[in-house]
């Protein structure tokens, strides 16, 4: 059975940093590409990066694009996104979601990715 695991989340300080993983099991990354989404209160599901399980080619949203390092471990089937100088509207419940086609050129596309984590609350304030 394929399922994703978030974990990581939790509270920062503006400018601090947080990792966030997604634990694949069920299938491995080699043909997948995986994505990360946020919703933060009261906004529309936003895209903020992906990577090809495949060549590791990535993706950034401009709100994150020098800030957040999306990396995979193909050995452990593990995704992370590495926050770092993080800011108070990066707020929200972090998801990552897998697609069976390892390429990023949906990589914003929400209705690209058939399998979902639960999610993971990142909360950035003083």
């Known amino acids: 059975q394929l399922q994703l695991v978030e974990s990581g989340g939790g509270q920062a300080q503006p400018g601090g940093s947080l990792r966030l993983s997604c634990a694949v099991s069920?299938?491995?990354?080699?043909?997948?590409?995986i994505g990360w989404f946020r919703r933060a209160p009261g906004k529309e599901r936003e895209g903020v990066s992906c990577i090809s399980g495949s060549d590791e080619a990535s993706a950034y949203a401009d709100s994150v694009k020098g800030r957040f390092t999306i990396s995979v471990d193909n050995a452990k089937n593990t995704v992370y996104l590495q926050m770092n100088s993080l800011k108070p509207e990066d707020t929200a419940v972090y998801y990552c979601a897998a697609t069976g086609r390892p390429t990023i050129n949906m990589c914003f596309t929400s209705w690209w990715y058939k399998h979902w984590g639960q999610g993971t609350q990142v909360t950035v304030s003083t």
């Open positions: 069920g299938f491995t990354l080699d043909y997948y590409a």
